[in-house]
């Protein structure tokens, strides 16, 4: 299995080439399920029924296959809209049948909102009270949709990060002020972060950037935590925003996770991105951050090794 970060046994400060840590050869990534969907376009191509049918196959990623799977669905339009829907929770299946049926109604046609929109659909598995697992992410195109057969698709379910490319968690807060034009964002602290230097020793800070349909007009940084793999911060960020694009079409906040090492300079450890055109656990919080402004909403977010930014 391949390790992430550096091994147990020590090795030369010169010999450590960070791009080399992730292999150059990547598996395929094994789906963690089906998803079957019935989607029917009104006449006026405005409105659009969704039928979540079943789910087949489930496997939580990292948990041992005798765990019992709770399944449910989260669907979700984007970019741009506040549109959210959630079945039920079935008990103690790998092979639910929901048989859940919502409206999406006043759709754009035409333009490039109408190309660029899609269904996004998170399987989750609840435990408990407060925990849950993301199973995998599915996604179709709205434009995609007239090409099925009688409406129905079976999706393949996928999970949302690949294990060699997690580089542990970051914890980040939002919190979206429409009236005022600002967004504030706190970063918390990370955890399990990966060694990347000499026995271990790794001086992690976070950099964030604001980019605007591609272009960064914003960034800030926070302090560089000595010698730890589990950095607290608390470090408060605010960026203005226009508050003529109240759903901030375009927007995407990319936080960058480095380590500084007073010998051989900066090194990226990952990222994290939060905007529209994020993914599972990711999507779901920008979407709290943008139904609820005014209230603080935090999460944590694995730390993906690499990441391209999407306007």
Same mark, same amino acid.
């Given at each position: ?11 030369a400060l010169?010999?450590? /080439?960070?791009?080399?840590? $992730? ?7 094994k ?7 019935? %989607?029917?376009?009104a ?6 029924? @969704?039928?979540? $049918?079943?789910?087949q196959?489930?496997i939580i990623p990292?948990?041992? /296959? ?16 506040? +549109? !959210?829907?959630?079945t ?9 049948? +929901?048989?859940?049926?919502?409206i $999406? ?12 929109g ?10 408990? *009270? ?12 709205? &434009? ?30 939002g ?8 967004i @504030?964002?706190?970063?918390l602290?990370? =955890?399990?972060?990966? =060694? @990347?230097?000499? %026995? #271990? ?5 976070? !950099?964030?950037?604001?980019?605007? /349909? ?18 607290v911060?608390?470090?408060? @960020? ?6 003529e694009?109240?759903?901030?079409? #375009? ?20 990222? &994290? ?6 993914? #599972?656990?990711?999507?779901e919080?920008?979407?709290? $951050? ?16 690499t990441?391209?930014? *999407?306007?």
């Amino acid at each position: 299995r391949s390790t992430i970060g550096l091994g147990d046994t020590p090795v030369a400060l010169t010999e450590i /080439n960070l791009e080399e840590l $992730i292999p150059r050869y990547a598996p395929p990534i094994k789906p963690t399920g089906k998803l079957k969907l019935q %989607l029917l376009w009104a006449a006026d191509k405005t409105s659009l029924t @969704v039928i979540i $049918i079943e789910a087949q196959g489930l496997i939580i990623p990292g948990v041992p /296959n005798d765990i019992e799977v709770n399944p449910y669905v989260k669907a979700f339009l984007v970019p741009g809209r506040a +549109f !959210k829907y959630r079945t039920k929770t079935l008990r103690n299946t790998r092979d639910p049948l +929901f048989l859940e049926k919502f409206i $999406i109604k006043d759709l754009p046609t035409g333009g490039d909102e109408s190309e660029d929109g899609a269904l996004e659909f998170q399987v989750y598995s609840s435990h408990h *009270v407060s925990r849950r697992h993301l199973v995998g992410v599915a996604s179709i195109r709205l &434009v995609d949709i007239d090409k099925l057969t009688s409406g129905q698709v079976e999706l393949l379910v996928t999970p949302q990060t690949v294990y060699r490319m997690h580089q542990g968690d970051l914890r980040i807060s939002g919190c979206y002020q429409p009236v005022a034009g600002k967004i @504030v964002f706190n970063i918390l602290e990370a =955890r399990n972060l990966p =060694r @990347v230097s000499l %026995l #271990g020793a790794i001086n992690p800070y976070v !950099k964030v950037e604001m980019y605007v /349909n591609g272009i960064r007009e914003g960034k800030n940084k926070c302090k560089v935590r000595q010698n730890t793999q589990d950095p607290v911060w608390h470090h408060q @960020v605010v960026f203005e925003v226009n508050r003529e694009n109240p759903k901030l079409l #375009g927007y995407v906040f990319v936080f960058h996770v480095l380590h500084k090492d007073m010998m051989t300079g900066v090194h990226k450890i990952g990222q &994290v991105d939060l905007g529209w055109y994020s993914h #599972g656990e990711q999507l779901e919080h920008w979407y709290e $951050i943008m139904e609820h402004p005014h209230r603080s909403t935090d999460n944590w977010h694995p730390i993906i090794k690499t990441g391209k930014i *999407v306007s």
